[in-house]
Structure formats: structure tokens, C-alpha cells
């Protein structure tokens, strides 16, 4: 798929800024509101821009604790522990990795006490899992969503 400057242009104002109009949009570019709208649901129909989201900063939100978790799995459960882990509300995100471990996983707890029992109670209660490990964020330096071009 290839992808003009325009097209990189209005990518990377909406990754800084999801709520620019289309008018503040087309004036950034150049283009007309028209123009840019089209341009915008073209790359919507083509699966570029999945969709348009907020960003929330989770301590600010009471969600005080975030961790990284390392899970492997026994490789007929992964689709079935994947998908139950996924469907769990303290969970942000979760990959399947190569390397020697199957998933990776970040979990946003509100604290120390509800991190364990999510360890305990949600996690190693998950039958196929077969080692876990897992690293507590203690400062934040950086983070980003979206693809920076």
C-alpha cells in the first residue's frame, strides 16, 4: 500500500491529536475540507486508521500499578489462555511474542493488594499456563499509541 505525503502528513497530525476537524486538518495540509475528509475515510476503508480513541492516563484514573507479565503457555491451550487473559478488565494489552515467552501481557491494578490477587486468582488459575513472570513499571519515561511516521 502506498501512501503519498499528504497522506503521511494527516496520519501523524491525527496520532498528536485525534479531534482535529476537518477544516483544522485540510488547513494543516493544505487541501480542501472535502479532500481531506475523502482522504481520511479512504485510509478508514483500507484499514490504515483502525479507529479514533482517547488516551487515559491510568494513575490519574486510580489504576496506580502497572505491570509487565511474561506467560508462557502450553502451545494447544495459547488461543484459549490468550483469549481468557484478553477478556480480563485489568488487562491493557496482550501479544503473542517470540522468544521464550508465548505471551506478553500489561495489567493496570489500582494496588499492590489487588495485583496480587490477580496474580492469584486470575492468573495462575488460568489452566495451560505453565510459567509466569512479571516486571512493575516504576516510572514512566515515555509512551506512545499510534505509529509515528
Not at 497530525?13 to 488547513?27: K, N, P, W
Not at 483500507?46 to 511474561?70: H, P, R, Y
Not at 509466569?132 to 514512566?140: A, N, P, Q
Amino acid at each position: 500500500m502506498e501512501f503519498d505525503q499528504i497522506d503521511k502528513l494527516l496520519i501523524q497530525e491525527l496520532v498528536e491529536d485525534g479531534r482535529l476537524s476537518y477544516v483544522e486538518l485540510a488547513e494543516k495540509v493544505g487541501l480542501s475540507r472535502v479532500a481531506v475528509k475523502d482522504r481520511i475515510n479512504n485510509l478508514k476503508n483500507k484499514g490504515v486508521i483502525e479507529k479514533f480513541t482517547v488516551v487515559v492516563n491510568s494513575e490519574k484514573f486510580g489504576q496506580n500499578i502497572s505491570a509487565f507479565f511474561e506467560v508462557d503457555v502450553e502451545p494447544m491451550k495459547l488461543q484459549e489462555v490468550a483469549q481468557n487473559l484478553a477478556d480480563n478488565t485489568n488487562v491493557a494489552s496482550i501479544y503473542q511474542m517470540t522468544g521464550p515467552s508465548t505471551l506478553h501481557m500489561h495489567v493496570l491494578v489500582e494496588d499492590f493488594r489487588m495485583l496480587e490477587s490477580f496474580i492469584n486468582e486470575e492468573l495462575y488459575s488460568v489452566k495451560g499456563i505453565t510459567r509466569v513472570e512479571s516486571s512493575i513499571i516504576l516510572k514512566r519515561f515515555k509512551s506512545r499509541n499510534g505509529y509515528k511516521l
